[in-house]
T-cell receptor, first 111, second 115 residues
Framework: SQQGEEDPQALSIQEGENATMNCSYKTSINNLQWYRQNSGRGLVHLILIRSNEREKHSGRLRVTLDTSKKSSSLLITASRAADTASYFCVAVSSNDYKLSFGAGTTVTVRA | DTEVTQTPKHLVMGMTNKKSLKCEQHMGHRAMYWYKQKAKKPPELMFVYSYEKLSINESVPSRFSPECPNSSLLNLHLHALQPEDSALYLC??????????????FGEGSRLTVL
């Protein structure tokens, strides 16, 4: 089911710049995840942040979580052309562990 | 092996045809999923199988019929589809369901076109 919102819907940046996208959700969560999807392909898991964590890093990715605002952000630093993709946040409910997808942010990195 | 394999990658079928989509994983995962994804939209959950039993059917029309022959295989049988059923069909798996971590492993998808 989809119950999250993401913004912006689309983002175009120059190679080397940082890309930031935001996600909001509606229920209490156990964790929140980010996935990447290249055009017409499957989704790839990027990073998971638990409800008791505020920030997490993985390579060029930085995720923050604010449970009081029911929001998360994904920062991609020093972007590359290969980062061109759609990014989805997925909130995992703490009540029934159901997954809720955000609407997605399409990122285009210009060479 | 951390792959979920889906076949075929592309499928074109008429509204009177019967076809099947197949999905296979060898990660020992006990939960498998079918998602439908339209262009520029997030995936929508269709079915969840847990331990080879259907656990969730998100009110999917009966022209879509899932089948889980064993813990590694998941099929989606298609019959009398409509043009609006054209979409990318994604299979996914997870260690279990409900999954505390919820991390899903997705296949590359089957692009279905209904004429």
């Amino acid at each position: 089911s989809q119950q999250g919102e993401e913004d912006p819907q689309a983002l175009s940046i120059q190679e080397g710049e940082n890309a930031t996208m935001n996600c909001s959700y509606k229920t209490s969560i156990n964790n929140l995840q980010w996935y990447r999807q290249n055009s017409g392909r499957g989704l790839v898991h990027l990073i998971l942040i638990r409800s008791n964590e505020r920030e997490k890093h993985s390579g060029r990715l930085r995720v923050t979580l604010d449970t009081s605002k029911k929001s998360s952000s994904l920062l991609i630093t020093a972007s590359r052309a290969a980062d061109t993709a759609s990014y989805f946040c997925v909130a995992v409910s703490s009540n029934d562990y159901k997954l809720s997808f955000g609407a997605g942010t399409t990122v285009t990195v210009r060479a | 092996d951390t792959e979920v394999t889906q076949t075929p990658k592309h499928l074109v079928m008429g509204m009177t045809n019967k076809k099947s989509l197949k999905c296979e994983q060898h990660m020992g995962h006990r939960a498998m999923y079918w998602y439908k994804q339209k262009a520029k939209k997030p995936p929508e959950l269709m079915f969840v199988y847990s331990y080879e039993k259907l656990s969730i059917n998100e009110s999917v029309p009966s022209r879509f019929s899932p089948e889980c022959p064993n813990s590694s295989l998941l099929n989606l049988h298609l019959h009398a589809l409509q043009p609006e059923d054209s979409a990318l069909y994604l299979c996914a798996s997870s260690q279990d369901w409900p999954s505390v971590t919820g991390e899903l492993f997705f296949g590359e998808g089957s692009r279905l076109t209904v004429l």
